[in-house]
């Protein structure tokens, strides 16, 4: 397990201007800037060194999930318009990018994947907290055009990833407010476990190098673990 001293408060947004209202879904551009929704529709990006934030552009709704595809362009996961957004970070053009197909919509879409070489979008759908539901969305990246791609009935479908290319994978819990690491053979470790004020309720994760941010969904902040190799490394 790292110890305690790796994690620390990357930026705290209580008193920032703006302010960092209830991150979850967090994403690193090409540049290395932190991008983070906010619980009434903020996308923000914070300096690559925490010095500073600012609102880059808003869907008035509940920002969840957020992904880069290799353009630069930042989909976001929208709960309260249950709709997936696409930002072009050079502009700063905010589209309304897909909200279902095939006579369908997305109830709660939650975390979205970016999947290059088949240039196409997935989208995991929570469908209902007390209900179960489909499922999967997958949308081209261009035109947006598509439909439920896992049909059958899951129980608040989240976070999702690829099939590994990596020598990791990391688990983000909600409750209890811990970091996981799994290994190949399944095996579950804990990787860090802080006091709450410095990892509280992460529900995204993202790296940076070999710096691990998480967006902390009760606290106003950003975390950072430093995270070496070394030490992750799976069997």
Not at 68 to 83: G, I, K, P, V
Not at 163 to 192: F, G, N, Q, W
Request: glycine share 10%; aromatic share 12%; net charge negative.
């Amino acid at each position: 397990m790292l110890p305690l001293d790796s994690a620390e408060v990357f930026f705290d947004g209580i008193f920032s201007e703006p302010r960092l209202r209830h991150p979850e879904g967090i994403a690193i551009d090409a540049d290395g800037d932190i991008w983070c929704g906010g619980e009434t529709g903020e996308i923000y990006r914070i300096s690559a060194d925490g010095s500073g934030i600012e609102t880059v552009a808003s869907t008035e709704g509940f920002i969840l999930g957020l992904a880069f595809d290799d353009d630069q362009n930042l989909y976001a996961c929208d709960m309260r318009h249950s709709a997936v957004f696409r930002l072009d970070t050079g502009t700063g053009r905010l589209v309304h990018f897909a909200n279902g197909g095939g006579g369908s919509e997305m109830r709660i879409p939650n975390f979205p994947v970016i999947d290059s070489s088949r240039n196409y979008l997935y989208v995991s759908d929570s469908y209902d907290p007390n209900e179960k539901g489909p499922g999967v969305w997958r949308f081209d990246l261009e035109s947006g055009e598509g439909g439920l791609w896992y049909d059958r009935a899951m129980i608040f479908a989240n976070g999702m990833a690829l099939s590994p290319d990596k020598d990791y994978l990391y688990v983000a819990c909600y409750e209890p407010s811990r970091m996981y690491r799994v290994s190949t053979e399944r095996e579950i470790h804990l990787l860090i476990d802080p006091m709450a004020h410095t990892l509280c309720h992460p529900t995204n994760c993202a790296f940076r190098g070999e710096e691990l941010f998480t967006s902390n969904l009760v606290r106003w902040h950003i975390t950072r673990i430093e995270a070496r190799s070394e030490v992750l490394t799976l069997p």
